[in-house]
């Protein structure tokens, strides 16, 4: 707007000079205060989930609509309004080539609870790591095949059962989803996947 004007007051005066377009806006823009408009409906209801969450009930919702109206930032604008010490806030982005990499974005979602587990303190790891130790321990070899970075929190690796070709894909998605239950019951995780139509195929299922 500042270049348009300026623009006019130049074309109504006799001097006519060049200018750099935009340097008004990009300072206003920096400057401006960040809006969160009309969102306080979905707001309140994730806030309700959380609530639920916290008191062992498990929920899900489905934020949908075209492509650029705001979804993300309604996630965005939860967390910043919760405390997050109460949970395990967990995301993952799909894009249209995750379709073909199967349970990438389980791993991404798992790797990022890893890497926030590995900064708390001792004790809380210990209790962490116990269900996996007992619950998991058969699953152990399938599981740190598929997602490596699980190998130190099991205290041994078991072997890899050979099975049909045909029964593979169903076994890891058994496997995974004992896992990812065993993960829920262990921490209170809320998980965000964002444009969840481009997921893979298992996670999906999971």
């Not at 920096?30 to 969450?53: D, Q, S």
């Not at 130790?133 to 929190?153: A, F, Q, V």
Request: a neutral charge; glycine letters at 4%; aromatic letters at 8%.
């Amino acid at each position: 707007m500042s270049d348009v004007d300026f623009a006019i007051d130049k074309i109504n005066s006799a001097q006519v000079d060049n200018f750099i377009a935009g340097q008004k806006d990009a300072v206003a823009a920096i400057n401006r205060k960040r809006l969160f408009i009309v969102r306080e409906n979905e707001l309140e209801l994730l806030c309700l989930g959380l609530g639920h969450l916290l008191k062992g009930k498990n929920n899900s919702f489905l934020i949908y609509g075209k492509s650029g109206i705001g979804k993300t930032e309604i996630v965005r604008e939860f967390k910043a309004h919760v405390d997050d010490n109460k949970f395990d806030f967990i995301s993952a982005k799909s894009n249209r080539f995750t379709p073909t990499q199967p349970y990438s974005i389980l791993r991404q979602l798992i790797i990022e609870l890893l890497l926030k587990i590995s900064t708390i303190d001792k004790e809380s790891r210990k209790i962490f790591k116990a269900p996996l130790n007992t619950e998991l321990t058969g699953y152990s070899g399938i599981i740190c095949k598929i997602i490596p970075e699980m190998r130190e929190w099991f205290e041994k690796v078991g072997e890899i059962d050979v099975v049909e070709k045909e029964k593979e894909s169903d076994r890891i998605i058994h496997v995974l989803s004992v896992l990812f239950s065993t993960l829920c019951n262990t921490r209170k995780l809320v998980v965000f996947i964002d444009d969840i139509q481009w997921v893979d195929k298992i996670t999906f299922n999971i």
